[in-house]
């Protein structure tokens, strides 16, 4: 018979573990926005916590020093971020945050252009579950979680553009109720 204490496992084994994920999490980068990354992660983590992570000094002097060049790489060598703003129009009282962020020429053309595919007379009713009338934009472009690690005026900084629809640009800010 054997004892239970024999199949825990070493002490400190899970703060090991956390520490590899967390230096695999620095390799890749946040926000995690690929499916390359997402996969890499998930690989790493069924490595980790299937298996057992090394105690000895050396190997994780290494393992830092090798994060700390792959993270200084992606430091030195990233494209130049593209600020994106994220925005829905809806035309606003007097002196909303669209009609002071935006261009006064560049606002009228767009509330023409809203009063002509949405008149006024076929709007919904103000009041009404899940009209947008009273609920218009607290700023000129909205939260975006990816741009907490990456400060913007807009929205967030990106380093690449690339969407082809509405749903891989991801705009759930619509959804926000103010």
């Given at each position: 018979?054997?004892?239970?204490?024999?199949?825990?496992?070493?002490?400190?084994?899970?703060?090991?573990?956390?520490?590899?994920?967390?230096?695999?999490?620095?390799?890749?980068?946040?926000?995690?926005?690929?499916?390359?990354?997402?996969?890499?992660?998930?690989?790493?983590?069924?490595?980790?916590?299937?298996?057992?992570?090394?105690?000895?000094?050396?190997?994780?002097?290494?393992?830092?020093?090798?994060?700390?060049?792959?993270?200084?790489?992606?430091?030195?060598?990233?494209?130049?971020?593209?600020?994106?703003?994220?925005?829905?129009?809806?035309p606003d009282t007097v002196g909303g945050a669209l009609q002071r962020a935006l261009p006064a020429d560049v606002y009228h053309h767009m509330v023409k252009e809203f009063d002509m595919f949405y008149p006024p007379a076929v709007r919904c009713k103000s009041g009404s579950v899940g009209c947008w009338q009273e609920s218009y934009?607290?700023?000129?472009?909205?939260?975006?979680?990816?741009?907490?690690?990456?400060?913007?005026?807009?929205?967030?900084?990106?380093?690449?553009?690339?969407?082809?629809?509405?749903?891989?640009?991801?705009?759930?800010?619509?959804?926000?109720?103010?």
């Amino acid at each position: 018979m054997t004892l239970m204490r024999d199949h825990l496992p070493p002490a400190g084994a899970a703060w090991r573990k956390f520490a590899v994920l967390v230096l695999a999490v620095a390799v890749v980068g946040l926000p995690v926005n690929h499916i390359g990354g997402y996969a890499l992660l998930l690989f790493i983590a069924v490595l980790i916590f299937s298996g057992e992570v090394t105690a000895h000094a050396r190997a994780w002097l290494a393992a830092v020093i090798i994060v700390a060049f792959v993270v200084g790489g992606q430091w030195f060598f990233a494209p130049p971020r593209i600020d994106e703003g994220h925005n829905v129009f809806l035309p606003d009282t007097v002196g909303g945050a669209l009609q002071r962020a935006l261009p006064a020429d560049v606002y009228h053309h767009m509330v023409k252009e809203f009063d002509m595919f949405y008149p006024p007379a076929v709007r919904c009713k103000s009041g009404s579950v899940g009209c947008w009338q009273e609920s218009y934009p607290a700023q000129a472009f909205a939260f975006s979680a990816d741009g907490i690690f990456h400060k913007s005026d807009l929205s967030r900084a990106v380093t690449s553009l690339d969407f082809s629809d509405p749903v891989w640009l991801r705009l759930g800010f619509v959804n926000d109720m103010h």
